[in-house]
């Protein structure tokens, strides 16, 4: 209790309050168990916000993190060759559309990154005034100036205005507002095939091929954003493949180090030719602890097996969801293990009564809970999740 005392008194004195945290302190997990400092189990169903898809106390990724260490070596800055950014660059070349990878280090520097790719190239065109970015309503790229600035979110903007210019807003999934909104002017266009933050929305594929015709017609440079919604999640390794569709460029992060933190820009040779040295840049982009991580995750993850098994729990999953039989779901979304319930009532709440029930939870907006588990969760963990939540859903107005 002691410890417990102290982290969340520390917390609350010393971290700056850009977080609202519960009342219980988590010090280790297996599977998809974390558990707190009195032994008590969560059932995790956030997994870092969709970060964890291995899970807790993996050996595969204990080994790949040991083997690194045992060189002596995390870190020697991307002024020199090492091997596991390499190879980690081969994988996901191997395994999608592109044909090169930049590393970085979160969601949002991928973005910000893939925006500056967009600029050059529009640059390079010689193209006077080819610099918009065009984004979608519902979307979320992340928290820094650029990536926010193609986060149209009022909340999350307007304390921090002026925003960077050259962004304009379309309507999500709405074709004739693409086709109004993105012009000769536009350098890029910026898109979540699977939105997460805003409330878990799948693009349609109609939309995904406008999009692509759009940019082609434009010579804008189309970005998949899957940060959340790609490597596996959606139950095959990318979520636009469903679409049939291909992007330009593609930005990663969540999941790909299973933890560790990393971002990855996957481009076509059409964009790297743009490219030069110096371009862009990072101190700890890459560096061999995280790559050597994530190229374990990589190759894990891409195994059809592997996929099959998400399919297979995910379709349980909205199957069982859908059974649920409560006044307070509207209405069940999702697509393989990234799926949610919008509620007639406040999301917080329901994620409150989660805790007491041993279940972890997190919306998507004010109304949704999301479901981003590890992504080796079985059919017996959806089963107790379903009769957590019809429990929580009895109980969460007394
Ligand atoms: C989380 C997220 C980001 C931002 O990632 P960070 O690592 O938090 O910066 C960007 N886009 C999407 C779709 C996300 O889910």
Not at 8 to 22: A, F, H
Not at 254 to 281: C, E, F, M, S
Request: overall charge negative.
């Amino acid at each position: 209790m002691q410890t417990t005392n102290n982290a969340i008194s520390n917390e609350q004195n010393y971290v700056l309050q850009t977080y609202v945290r519960p009342d219980f302190v988590l010090v280790r997990g297996n599977g998809i168990n974390l558990y707190d400092e009195d032994g008590k189990a969560y059932q995790d169903w956030v997994a870092g916000i969709a970060v964890n898809s291995l899970g807790y106390n993996d050996s595969g990724v204990a080994q790949a993190m040991q083997e690194q260490a045992a060189t002596g070596v995390l870190h020697v800055s991307n002024l020199y060759h090492t091997e596991p950014h390499a190879r980690l660059a081969k994988q996901l070349v191997e395994n999608s559309f592109a044909d090169r990878v930049y590393f970085c280090n979160s969601g949002a520097e991928a973005n910000e990154g893939a925006l500056k790719f967009a600029r050059r190239v529009a640059f390079n065109s010689e193209a006077t005034d080819k610099t918009d970015i065009v984004t979608f309503s519902g979307a979320f790229h992340g928290r820094t100036m650029g990536a926010l600035a193609v986060t149209p979110k009022d909340k999350y903007q307007t304390p921090f205005k002026p925003m960077m210019p050259g962004v304009t807003v379309a309507e999500f999934n709405n074709i004739d507002s693409a086709k109004e909104t993105i012009t000769a002017k536009t350098a890029a266009v910026i898109v979540e095939p699977l939105q997460g933050e805003g409330g878990i929305h799948p693009a349609t594929n109609e939309f995904l091929r406008a999009l692509r015709q759009l940019c082609d017609d434009h010579q804008a440079m189309l970005i998949f954003d899957e940060i959340q919604c790609g490597l596996g999640r959606t139950g095959t390794l990318w979520a636009h493949e469903v679409s049939g569709v291909t992007p330009d460029m593609m930005t990663l992060a969540k999941p790909l180090a299973n933890g560790l933190p990393i971002g990855a820009i996957l481009v076509t040779q059409a964009v790297a030719d743009n490219i030069r040295p110096g371009d862009h840049g990072s101190t700890f982009a890459g560096g061999l602890l995280v790559t050597n991580v994530a190229s374990h995750v990589v190759e894990r993850i891409r195994q059809p097996e592997f996929l099959a098994h998400v399919q297979e729990v995910g379709e349980y999953l909205m199957e069982r969801l859908e059974e649920v039989n409560s006044p307070l779901i509207r209405e069940v979304r999702g697509r393989g293990l990234m799926a949610a319930i919008e509620l007639t009532i406040e999301a917080p709440s329901v994620i409150k009564k989660g805790y007491e029930q041993g279940i972890l939870l997190v919306n998507a907006g004010p109304n949704t809970i999301r479901f981003v588990p590890p992504l080796i969760i079985e059919k017996s963990d959806v089963d107790s999740l379903i009769d957590k939540l019809t429990t929580i859903l009895e109980h969460v107005n007394e």
